[in-house]
C-alpha cells in the first residue's frame, strides 16, 4: 500500500477538508462579529476539484477525511460531496465537524451520503452565554444534536474550547451532559490563530490542571478512541463516558501529526500553526493529470514542518482558524 511519509517519519493518513471559510456563527476565539470578507464562490474548489485532489490523496495512503469549515453546512449540496468522497477507493472514514446549527435539517441525509460520525462545538449550555461567545441560539445546536442521535451518527463528539473566566464553571455540567446523552466530551486549549485567537490567550486555560479537577469528583480510567485525531482520552469510571484533551499549548502532539488542511480556496496547508502551504487551484485549473497531481502532494508533504510555534511566536499565524479549516 502506497503511503505518505514526511521528513520527520510521520505517516500522512488525515486530510481535514474545508468546503467553506464562511460561517453562520462568530464564535469570540475563531472568527471576529462583523467579518464578512470572505473568499468568493468563483475562487473555491468545486466537487469536481475536490474528488479529484482527495481520491489523489486516496491512492496515496490517505484514510480519513474529515469535512470542516468555516461551517460545513453552510455549503450547498453538502450531502451529494460527501457521498462522492465516501464512494472513493481508499477513503474508509469520511466525518465532519460542525456547529449544529443546521443539522436538524440535514442529518439524516449527511448520514445517508457516508458521514459515519461527527464532532459539534459546544463551550456552554446556558443560552445567554451561548449567544456572547457565538452570537447564535443555543436551541439550534441542541436540535441539531438531537437529530443527529436519532440520525445514526457514533460517536458524536462535542468539542468544548475551555476558557478561564468565560466557562470554566460549566466543566463538570458539560460532563453530566455528555454523560446524560452518550456524546464523547473533548476539551480543547484556545490557540493563537489570528488576532481573535491571540486575543482569546487572556482566557488560556492548561488542561493539566481541568483533568487534575476532574480526577477529583470523577474516578478517571485510562480510555482509547477510534479516529485519526489527536486528543489524549481518559473515560469516566462506571459510565460509557470518554473524555479527550487537546492540548496544542500545554502539551503539543507535533511528532504524532498524522493530517493536512486543504482550504476551500485550494490551498494545501502542512501545519495549523506555521505557513508551509501548496497552492492547488492554479494547478488544477491549469489541467494538471493525475500522475502529476500525486506528485505535487508527495512535494508538498516534503514542506510540512516538524512542529508548530504557538508558544514561541504566538503571533506568526495571522490567518483566522475558519480561513485554514478548523
Given amino acids: 500500500m502506497t503511503t505518505l511519509i514526511d521528513r520527520f517519519n510521520r505517516p500522512i493518513e488525515y486530510v481535514r477538508l474545508s468546503v467553506t471559510d464562511q460561517c453562520d456563527l462568530r464564535c469570540s476565539y475563531c472568527m471576529p462579529r462583523g467579518f464578512k470578507d470572505f473568499s468568493e464562490p468563483a475562487e473555491w474548489l468545486d466537487f469536481d476539484e475536490i474528488e479529484r485532489v482527495i481520491a489523489a490523496f486516496g491512492r496515496l495512503g490517505v484514510r ?27 477513503i474508509e472514514d469520511l466525518s465532519l465537524s460542525t456547529n449544529a446549527t443546521r443539522l436538524s435539517k440535514s442529518a439524516v441525509a449527511l448520514r445517508e451520503a457516508g458521514i459515519s460520525r461527527i464532532n459539534v462545538s459546544l463551550d456552554t449550555l446556558k443560552p445567554e452565554r451561548f449567544k456572547s461567545i457565538t452570537g447564535g441560539k443555543l436551541d439550534k445546536v441542541l436540535s441539531g444534536l438531537m437529530a443527529a442521535k436519532t440520525a445514526g451518527f457514533g460517536p458524536i463528539k462535542i468539542n468544548m474550547v475551555a476558557m478561564r473566566g468565560v466557562n470554566d464553571d460549566e466543566i463538570e455540567d458539560m460532563v453530566q451532559f455528555c454523560i446524560d446523552h452518550d456524546f464523547t466530551l473533548r476539551f480543547i486549549e484556545t490557540m493563537p490563530m489570528g488576532d481573535t485567537g491571540r486575543n482569546a490567550g487572556d482566557q488560556y486555560l492548561d488542561l493539566q490542571t481541568v483533568k487534575a479537577r476532574l480526577a477529583r469528583r470523577f474516578e478517571l480510567i485510562p ?7 489527536p486528543a489524549r482520552y481518559v473515560q469516566v469510571a462506571g459510565t460509557r463516558l470518554r ?40 494547478l488544477l485549473r491549469a489541467g494538471i493529470d493525475d500522475a ?35
Fill in 64 to 90: 480519513r477525511v474529515r469535512l470542516t469549515g468555516g461551517e460545513p453546512l453552510v455549503r450547498k449540496d453538502l450531502p451529494l460531496l460527501a457521498r462522492r468522497l465516501a464512494d472513493l477507493p481508499g
Fill in 223 to 229: 480510555g482509547v478512541m477510534p479516529g485519526g485525531g
Fill in 243 to 282: 473524555i479527550g484533551f487537546i492540548t496544542p499549548i500545554s502539551q503539543h502532539f507535533c511528532e504524532t501529526c498524522n493530517r493536512v488542511r486543504l482550504s476551500v480556496e485550494g490551498t494545501l496547508y502542512l501545519c495549523l500553526g506555521q505557513e508551509d502551504k501548496l497552492e492547488l487551484r492554479p
Fill in 292 to 326: 502529476g497531481l500525486e506528485g505535487a502532494l508527495r512535494q508538498a508533504i516534503d514542506l510540512k514542518p516538524e512542529r508548530h510555534e504557538f508558544r514561541e511566536q504566538p503571533t506568526k499565524v495571522v490567518r483566522f482558524m475558519s480561513m485554514t479549516g478548523g
